[in-house]
T-cell receptor, first 113, second 114 residues
């Protein structure tokens, strides 16, 4: 596609439920990033993929969060046992190569009630 | 660790006014510096960047100069338009084995009134 695509755009879930957020990067982009943006704050880094492997997952807040990119293209961010504090916009971004311009998707707005 | 501090908003100004958004950073090495913009209902977009000291990034009438001596990257525009209303984020990235991971400031909301 023309840009980074994220689905769903909005997700409301109950506390304790499992959630998956999907990111489809720009075609051919090898680097993929996940960020989290809480209301009124700047995005915070979660995880970075180069190809299929997670090169840096230092931003994942705890072991309830996990992300995969099995074929080096689409990525899924998985959140287990969701908590109200997980409510945020989850942003995906990609670049053609590490060090090149990063392009962001519009985000998936997660609300945990 | 790395950090970015930018002036809090909202900043409200009239069309054709001069805009400055202050940004300072803390980094261990020699980062690249960025301004991203988020228009209402849209995703983050790169506005401009500078990769080394004294570089000036510019785009759409906006400018920012990488000042290593003051660790700053202030954003300026000489004459704003209503369409410049958005949230502006200052960010940095350092070279590492993990690509160019970005560290963002908290964002500054700008509202331009006709």
């Amino acid at each position: 596609g023309a840009g980074v695509s994220q689905t769903p755009s909005n997700k409301v879930t109950e506390k304790g439920k499992y959630v998956e957020l999907r990111c489809d990067p720009i075609s051919g982009h090898t680097a993929l990033y996940w960020y989290r943006q809480s209301l009124g704050q700047g995005p915070e880094f979660l995880i970075y993929f180069q190809g299929t492997g997670a090169a840096d997952d230092s931003g994942l807040p705890n072991d309830r969060f996990f992300a995969v990119r099995p074929e080096g293209s689409v990525s899924t961010l998985k959140i287990q046992r969701t908590e109200r504090g997980d409510s945020a916009v989850y942003l995906c971004a990609s670049s053609s190569f590490p060090g090149n311009t990063i392009y962001f998707g519009e985000g998936s707005w997660l609300t945990v009630v | 660790g790395d950090s970015v501090t930018q002036m809090e908003g909202p900043v409200t100004l009239s069309e054709e006014a001069f805009l400055t958004i202050n940004c300072t950073y803390t980094a261990t090495g020699y980062p690249s510096l960025f301004w991203y913009v988020q228009y209402p209902g849209e995703g983050l977009q790169l506005l401009l960047k500078a990769t080394k000291a004294d570089d000036k990034g510019s785009n759409k009438g906006f400018e920012a100069t990488y000042r290593k001596e003051t660790t700053s990257f202030h954003l300026e525009k000489g004459s704003v338009q209503v369409s410049d209303s958005a949230v502006y984020f200052c960010a940095l990235s350092e070279e590492s084995g993990a690509g160019n991971k970005l560290t963002f400031g908290g964002g500054t909301r700008v509202l331009v009134k006709p």
